[in-house]
């Protein structure tokens, strides 16, 4: 019988560490930039197109173009159901978030912060 012999990389399994890729969608983009207060909407919307660009983004998972009126919507659609605690039985994303707006010294801001 022959001793084969066993090389380092044998011996020890090299891990590899590959960096997580971010997902760029628009509502992991809301929750970074709704978490930080904007605004309005508008403004918020406007954001998070920027973001998205600026990262090389210009279509949605389904491969439409990101428009401004459809991100407003489901801006709105993300605001109701932080409001709605949807989700909370199955520890969804938006039952761990309120909403707060705050309209002091003539600036409105609408903000979401964890429970």
Do not use: C
């Not at 760029?24 to 605004?39: P, S």
């Not at 210009?58 to 159901?81: C, F, P, T, Y």
């Amino acid at each position: 019988m022959e001793n084969k012999k066993q090389t380092k990389t044998d011996a020890k399994k090299v891990e590899v560490k590959t960096e997580a890729k971010e997902i760029l969608t628009i509502a992991t983009v809301f929750k970074k930039l709704a978490t930080q207060g904007v605004k309005d909407r508008e403004t918020l919307a406007v954001n998070i197109i920027k973001y998205l660009a600026d990262k090389g983004v210009a279509k949605n998972v389904r491969g439409h173009d990101i428009k401004k009126e459809r991100v407003l919507q489901q801006i709105s659609a993300m605001l109701r159901d932080i409001k709605m605690e949807r989700g909370k039985e199955k520890k969804s994303w938006w039952s761990m978030y309120t909403i707060v707006e705050d309209k002091t010294e003539g600036k409105e801001v609408i903000k979401i912060v964890p429970k």
